[in-house]
Structures are given as structure tokens and as C-alpha cells.
């Protein structure tokens, strides 16, 4: 590696001998270490329940590392707390794999929290919002309630919510998992385009076909341990 | 299926209203309810208190207003003397002393008419040795100097003696001291116990609605921003609350006050004191404005807490 793109662009992702476990039960991760550059699309796959979504969790500092160390955008996040938690959280974007809409307010409210609660003016965000929905295919959908939105809705609302703030780095938990494989690829591709423009990707899935159709970086979660492959 | 063949703009109107009226915590309904019951029972109890406070610190300004430049010499028949003398030579003396405007010698008359009420009307008094009374009038400025009068009428009018009322303001001073100060405690009191429910609710309404309050911060909201929605919304709880307490405790006194005007026409002395005047509301709506602002920073400091715990 290049000692000046070492300096001038730290890792977005930098795992080193991370454990991890919920409370006193078993060890879901142990011994993960990895090092995702600035621009870069990685899937990461392992079966149904191998700590996919646990380790998406971790780097969206929603849990910590029982052991080990965790640095995002360069910096160690160790201790951090309050604000400075803020701060990290708000460059990333992240797409729950149950979605995590508000029930109690529109399509439209939803997709705008992100910015609403940085505390931006309804003017300035507006069209920005409206647009991103069409995008995904929920033009027709701004003011229904997520209850009323079929899963494959529910999905690209969430997706929709997670790319508003233009985050640095994009964490998608089985964004594809409930479309059929024609929207999956569509989908697919949105994640691949905000890449090229310069979005760090991680997506996590199960699903092998999808991950064939993008030449990207794959990290593998299989008994607690990750794989890179290639 | 790319940008270029988007659909044509939906309608707005349906977005949903982002600004004032969102919710992005929803609410309670019946908890929310149930809060303002309990404070606008609180805050009746402590409008009174306050409105009562008000009521007798004002009551006692003008009592005290309206003798502080009144005092009386009073001289007591003496059969070995000569009263009409020595009530003019009383009157003289205080007619002397600089800062005493007038001094109205009372007619037997009017001595005998102030003692009806303890003596009943009709009673021929003239025989009876009533004491004979000198009205002062006394001027704020300069202030006369009222115990070198009561020493020189000691010593020219040996039946004399003067009252400049000090004894009894004294006390009134001391009584409205004491009812402040209990209504003041009264009102610190009810304000804890509101806060102390607010605080419970809070704690409730921050657990009930945890996964929101999660994707808040799992999407940016900082601590201070999900803190200042829940103090935003009890605020508006404890002012609603507050002025139904104090808007009751408003209408339970001026209730009162007529009830006391029907039975007095034009009432003097405690029924006149009755009467609310604007300072009393005035107390009444702090007590609102006050459970408001205890709500919005009893709330704001349990939910940062709570976020600060469950970080
Ligand atoms: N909140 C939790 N508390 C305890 N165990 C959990 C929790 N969430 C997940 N797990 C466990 O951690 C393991 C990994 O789960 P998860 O990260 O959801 O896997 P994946 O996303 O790959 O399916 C599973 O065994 C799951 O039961
Ligand atoms: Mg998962």
C-alpha cells in the first residue's frame, strides 16, 4: 500500500481481534478483524444466524465489542458516548433487516427523519425526499403508513431512509430479502451506482445468486470467524 | 427503469406535515391524560394557596396603608381635672409637633357613637365618663416624631395616651409573614409532588416508546433532540394541567367573592379583602406557567438520563 493514500484516506472499517458476545452467552464473533478502504463494495454473506446483522450492529456502534478494537473513518470508538456517538452515526446509513419504520408516520416522514433530526427545515429537504421516493418505485406511496406497505414497500422505504443524509458509508441488512429477484437487482444496482459515486458499501445477504452479480470484495461469517474471499 | 422515466409528481398534500404538527414520538393518549388530571389537581391546590397568599399580602398593604398616618390620643376622664382643658392642651402639643397635619379634637358625641356597637344605641352616656379621643392625621413626610409626643403628653396630660397602632401592625405584619410563607411552601410543595409524577410519567412514556427512541438515534438524533421531544410534550402536558388547576382555583374564588357580596352590599374590612384582584390571577397563571416549565425540565433531564443509562 501507497504510505500517502494510508494517511490521506483511512480505513472506513477497521476491525482488529474483535469478540463478541450478547450478555454471558456464547460467543457469537471471535477473532474478526478486517480493514475496508474508502470507496469500496463489500457482501458479506454466512448462513442464517452466523452474526451478519450482529456485525452491522458493531460498526453502527449499536453494541460493542467484547473484546478487541473497533476504528471507523480513522478514529478509535472506544468509550465514546453521547455527541460524539451522534457524529459517527450520522455518516452512516443503515438499512435494518426488519426495517425499522415508524408506524405512526408517512412513507414520506419516515424517509426524512434522518434529516429532520439533524435539525434541517422542511424546505430545503423536501423535493430531495420526494424524488428519492420516486426513485425507488414508491412515488404513489409518500403519505401511507408502513403498516399499509407490502414488504417489498417496507424495503425500499427503508433503503430510501438509509441513503437521504448521503452517508459515507452504507450498512444494508438483507436489503434485497424480500423483493422478487427482478426489484433485487434493481436494487442491487442502486447500492452499486452510490458506490461508484463514492459510497463505501456493506451488504450484508444470504443470498449467492445476488453476490454473483457484482465483482465485489466477499467477507464470510461461518462459526464465529470471518473469511475474506479474494 | 432509470431516472430519466420518472413517474410524474405525486401530490404533496399527502406527505404528511413534517413541522409543528408531527409527532415524531407518538402519543400516549390516555397516560398523557391521566398526567393532566393528577397535575391539574395539584396545581388547583397550589393556585390557592397562591392566589390566597396574594390575596392577604395585598389585604394587609392596604390596611397598613390606611393607618400608618392615622394614630389617636386618647384621655381619660379624670373627675379632679379639667377634660376639655386638658384636651385642648393634648391637641395643642400635637398640633406642635412637625410632621402632624391636623388633630381633630372628637365631640362626646362622636366618642359616645364609636362605643354603640359594644354599648347598644339609646343609652344616655352622659353621665358616664367617656373617654375623649383626638384623631391625628400624620404626614409621610417629614414623619413626625411620635414617642417624643407621647412623652411630653405624659408629662402635661397625665390621663392621656397615644396610639400610633404599631402594636397591632406589628402583628399584622408578623400574621401575613406567617400565611406567605406557608402558602409559599404550599405552593413548593404541590410543584415537587407535580414533578414527581411528571418524572414517573416521563420515565414511562421513554421506556414505552424505546424503539422509536432507538431509531432515532440509530438515524442521528442526538441526545439533547430526543430529550427536548419529550420535554416539549410534557411541557404542553403540565401547562394544560396547570391552567385547568389554576383556571378552577380562579373560578372557585371569584365564586366566594360573590357569595360574600351577596351577603354584604358594598362589604368592608375581610369581605372587601375577599374581592381577587388582578395580582391573584396573576399568581393563579404563574402556577400554570410554573408547572410548564417544571414538566419541560423534569422530563428533559429524565430522558437524557435515561439515554445517558441506556446509552
Ligand atoms: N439481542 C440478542 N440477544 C442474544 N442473542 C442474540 C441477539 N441477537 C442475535 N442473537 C444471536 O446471535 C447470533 C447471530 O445473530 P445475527 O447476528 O442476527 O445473525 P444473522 O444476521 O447472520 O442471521 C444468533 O445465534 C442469534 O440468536
Ligand atoms: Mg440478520
Keep these: 500500500m501507497n504510505w500517502d493514500e494510508a494517511t490521506t484516506a483511512p480505513s472506513v472499517v477497521r476491525l482488529d481481534g474483535v469478540g463478541f458476545r450478547y450478555g454471558t452467552g456464547p460467543e457469537i464473533l471471535s477473532e474478526v478483524s478486517l480493514d475496508l478502504p474508502p470507496r469500496s463494495f463489500h457482501f458479506l454473506s454466512g448462513p442464517s444466524g452466523a452474526g451478519k446483522t450482529t456485525l452491522i450492529r458493531l460498526i453502527l456502534l449499536s453494541v460493542r465489542p467484547t473484546s478487541g478494537e473497533l476504528r471507523l473513518f480513522g478514529e478509535t470508538t472506544a468509550d465514546l458516548a453521547g455527541d460524539r456517538l451522534t457524529q459517527f452515526r450520522r455518516r452512516m446509513g443503515v438499512v435494518f433487516q426488519d426495517f425499522r419504520l415508524l408506524d405512526h408516520l408517512t412513507t414520506y416522514q419516515n424517509v426524512a427523519l434522518p434529516l429532520l433530526v439533524q435539525g434541517y427545515e422542511e424546505a430545503t429537504f423536501r423535493g430531495e425526499v420526494v424524488e428519492l421516493l420516486q426513485w425507488v418505485g414508491l412515488g404513489d406511496r409518500i403519505g401511507a403508513m408502513p403498516p399499509t406497505l407490502s414488504g417489498g414497500e417496507k424495503q425500499r422505504a427503508a433503503i430510501a431512509r438509509a441513503l437521504i443524509a448521503r452517508p459515507e458509508l452504507i450498512l444494508a441488512d438483507e436489503p434485497t430479502g424480500n423483493v422478487d429477484p427482478a426489484l433485487a437487482r434493481r436494487l442491487l444496482h442502486l447500492f452499486v451506482e452510490l458506490n461508484r459515486l463514492g459510497t463505501s458499501v456493506i451488504l450484508a445477504t444470504h443470498d449467492v445468486a445476488l453476490m454473483d452479480q457484482v465483482e465485489a470484495g466477499r467477507l464470510i461469517l461461518l462459526d464465529g470467524r470471518l473469511y475474506h474471499d479474494p | ?311
Design chain 2, 1 to 311: 427503469m432509470t431516472a430519466s422515466v420518472l413517474p410524474p409528481r405525486p401530490d404533496e398534500s399527502e406527505l404528511g406535515p413534517i413541522g409543528r404538527g408531527l409527532q415524531i414520538v407518538p402519543n400516549d393518549g390516555g397516560a398523557g391524560w391521566t398526567l393532566v388530571a393528577v397535575i391539574a389537581a395539584l396545581a388547583f391546590l397550589a393556585a390557592l394557596a397562591a392566589g390566597a397568599a396574594v390575596q392577604v399580602a395585598s389585604a394587609a398593604a392596604t390596611w397598613r396603608e390606611a393607618i400608618s398616618h392615622e394614630a389617636t390620643i386618647q384621655v381619660k376622664p379624670d373627675p379632679g381635672r379639667d377634660g376639655e382643658a386638658d384636651l385642648a392642651r393634648a391637641a395643642e402639643l400635637a398640633r406642635e409637633t412637625p410632621g402632624i397635619r391636623t388633630a381633630r379634637i372628637l365631640s362626646r358625641d362622636d366618642a359616645e357613637r364609636l362605643l354603640e356597637p359594644w354599648l347598644g344605641a339609646g343609652l344616655d352616656l352622659s353621665d358616664l365618663p367617656v373617654p375623649r379621643l383626638i384623631a391625628l392625621e400624620l404626614a409621610r413626610d417629614p414623619k413626625p416624631d411620635l414617642s417624643r409626643l407621647a412623652l411630653r403628653l405624659k408629662i402635661d396630660v397625665p390621663g392621656s395616651s397615644l396610639d400610633d397602632h404599631s402594636a397591632w401592625l406589628s402583628r399584622l405584619a408578623a400574621v401575613t409573614a406567617g400565611i406567605v410563607g406557608f402558602a409559599i411552601s404550599a405552593v413548593i410543595l404541590v410543584l415537587g409532588a407535580s414533578a414527581g409524577a411528571i418524572g414517573f410519567a416521563t420515565r414511562g412514556a421513554v421506556t414505552g416508546h424505546r424503539d422509536v427512541v432507538e431509531v432515532l438515534r440509530l438515524v442521528g438524533a442526538r441526545d439533547g433532540f430526543v430529550a427536548w421531544l419529550f420535554a416539549k410534550r410534557f411541557a404542553r402536558l403540565g401547562l394544560l394541567g396547570g391552567l385547568i388547576g389554576s383556571a378552577a382555583a380562579a373560578a372557585a374564588l371569584l365564586g366566594l367573592a360573590l357569595l360574600s357580596d351577596n351577603g354584604a352590599s358594598g362589604g368592608t374590612g375581610l369581605i372587601a379583602a375577599l374581592a381577587p384582584s388582578p395580582w391573584t390571577f396573576a399568581a393563579m397563571a404563574a402556577i400554570a406557567v410554573a408547572d410548564a416549565a417544571v414538566a419541560g425540565a423534569v422530563a428533559w433531564t429524565a430522558v437524557k438520563r435515561f439515554l445517558k443509562v441506556h446509552r
